[in-house]
């Protein structure tokens, strides 16, 4: 079983629509939960960043965290054609934070 | 600024042949990072470096493949010898580690390795 589990889709909704991305985790240790969007053919790019539990908005993007579920979620509202990328959610430990585990990441198309 | 540069940004090489992977971080950076990332494996984590010294290469596959960073600003990754199932975009990243939390780390274009 992967420490981290993610949907690699792909998903594909209208501009506009309000998008889910989710990950499920199974190791207890990790603290720091991170979404890096990256587009086609380029690095990743950190997108959000929470440390614990709770949730965390930047304009349209939400991100939520449920430690007793081990289950994270990003949400982006008002979807826009340039919000078309892969998203992956990744986490880290206290201990040794520096070394991230990734999930698969999802692939998200935003239809105009 | 520049940002993490990364060369080649393309390698294609044939089974058995040697493929040297650059990285230069972003200036001021001390921890620098080499991922591999595949359609199967997803984004993985071979090896790091905190000032110039190699912390964790419990993600280096093998043997053939070795990291090194003779200074700061400067870091190699070496297969040898390259085999097709090698064939990923490898990245690096660096950032500036302030010791214990995390920190944002920034990641370069990617190498999209070939090996037939």
């Known amino acids: 079983q992967k420490e981290v589990e993610q949907d690699p889709g792909p998903l594909s909704v209208p501009e506009g629509a309000i998008v889910s991305l989710n990950c499920t985790y199974s190791?207890?240790?990790?603290?720091?939960f991170m979404w890096y969007r990256q587009y086609s053919r380029k690095g990743p790019e950190l997108l959000m960043y929470?440390?614990?539990?709770g949730n965390k908005e930047d304009g349209r993007f939400t991100a939520q965290v449920d430690k007793s579920s081990k289950y994270i979620s990003l949400f982006i509202r008002d979807s826009q054609p340039s919000d078309s990328a892969t998203y992956l959610c990744?986490?880290?430990?206290?201990?040794?934070?520096?070394?991230?585990?990734f999930g698969q990441g999802t692939r998200l198309t935003i239809n105009p | 600024d520049a940002g993490v540069i990364q060369s080649p940004r393309h390698e294609v090489t044939e089974m058995g042949q040697e493929v040297t992977l650059r990285c230069k971080p972003i200036s001021g950076h001390n921890s620098l990072f080499w991922y591999r990332q595949t359609m199967m494996r997803g984004l993985e984590l071979l090896i790091y470096f905190n000032n110039n010294v190699p912390i964790d290469d419990s993600g280096m596959p093998e043997d053939r493949f070795s990291a090194k960073m003779p200074n700061a600003s400067f870091s190699t990754l070496k297969i040898q010898p390259s085999e097709p199932r090698d064939s990923a975009v490898y990245f690096c990243?660096?950032?500036?580690?302030?010791?214990?939390?995390?920190?944002?780390?920034?990641f370069g274009p990617g190498t999209r390795l070939t090996v037939l």
């Open positions: 929470t440390y614990s539990s």
């Open positions: 990243a660096s950032s500036l580690w302030t010791g214990g939390s995390y920190n944002e780390q920034f």
């Open positions: 990744a986490m880290g430990r206290i201990q040794g934070a520096q070394k991230l585990v």
């Open positions: 190791n207890s240790a990790f603290q720091y």
